[in-house]
């Protein structure tokens, strides 16, 4: 064995990689050569110091939960399409037409992503990251996890449960949990105009889409944008949304 | 399948996170990573073999999901170092005049893919098979990878202690042995 060919197996020998043929090969040129012995006594001693003082840092809880967050809301809302794909697999070969137009609308449909999310998180497992019904506290814990003020409304005819963050198109957005008559409104808030393109759109004008079983109702209030998600009836939605545009009292 | 891909990746989480924000050098940008890591192992999860080895699969798709935004933003930031492999003489006396932080962004500073070959197998302890499969190359490509990142380290790592009073022939400056 030459030397150069020695070098080059001291990584599998310091890891333990080497088969043993080469581990013999490499064995024998080692008692033969003192240079390539220091060699790699050196680099065996680089690497223990190495492994000894790289950091592995493991997950802070809050971004541990903002990830597992995602993960969640990812495998919920593929894991529901899937299930959808599979059970309408005959439909929908006989649908190609139909489904092809479907899919060009979802495209242009900014609001899949936050019915998604919603819809990922409307059942028992809500996947709140923080609970409370206060939302001067829950304010300041979505503002801690976005890195910016946030005011969270309040809302007489709905119930605020908690938050969480959701990664939406790259971004964090904070996200407000409530509950009226029984039904769960997911009310996203930011400040990212790509979040939200309804573009031409007044002050607290409310922009509304209709949809089964989730409508969303969407506006800018005090420059911070608001999409709401519910499959409360549109009008309720509305009702509700006009609540959070009061002045909080 | 939700529940199952969930818990596996849990099990990875860390590791996962460590490396993402070793790659992205941000935390926001590790977390866009991972979710879009998610995304992709998710939808191609149907297509993992039950029993091979999940850890390998994962990366490998954290580390193309990585290429891929690195090819279609431009970015890829690192440092031209010596590409001379003179052997160290002072073996892990270094180690002693450095934070794990410096030794980390040491690290970080590497030109691909000598970088991900020293992390993967330094820090995350991952056998070469597995980081083969994850960088998708020969096991004795990621030797030849490894030797050459640990080297390029070496260097970089015995600038930073020279910095401080480290001199190359084992002695700091001002008579400490």
Redesign the interface.
Known sequence: MMCMDCRSLVPGWIDAELGPAETTEFAAHLSSCRECAEFAGRERDFVRGLRARLPRPDLPDVERRHILSDLRSVAGSRGDLRRLAWGGALALAACIALVATLAVSQARDWTRAYRMDHAAHAGASDGLEFRSGSAIQVAAWLTTAVGMPMHVPTMPDARLLGARTVRLNGRTVALAVYESAGRRLSLFLGNGQELFPARGLAPDQLWTRRGTPYSVVAWIHQGHFHVAVSDLPVQRLQQLARQCQKPAT | ??ER??TL??GH??SL??FAVSLTRD??GA??L??DT??KG??GYHAFRPGTNFRAWIFAILVNTFRTRVRDTGRHRHVALDETNE???E??V??EL?E??E??EA?EELPEPYRSAVLL???EEM??SEVALVMDCP?GTV??R??RG?GL??QRLRGLAQERGFQAAGKRVGGEA
Request: net charge neutral.
């Open positions: 399948m939700k891909f969930e990746v849990e989480l860390d996170h460590r935390r926001d977390r866009d991972l979710h998610f995304v998710f939808e052997p160290a003489s073996g892990d270094v180690f450095l794990g932080t030794i980390l690290i197998v330094d820090r056998r070469y096991v030797m030849s490894l030797h640990r380290l070496r």
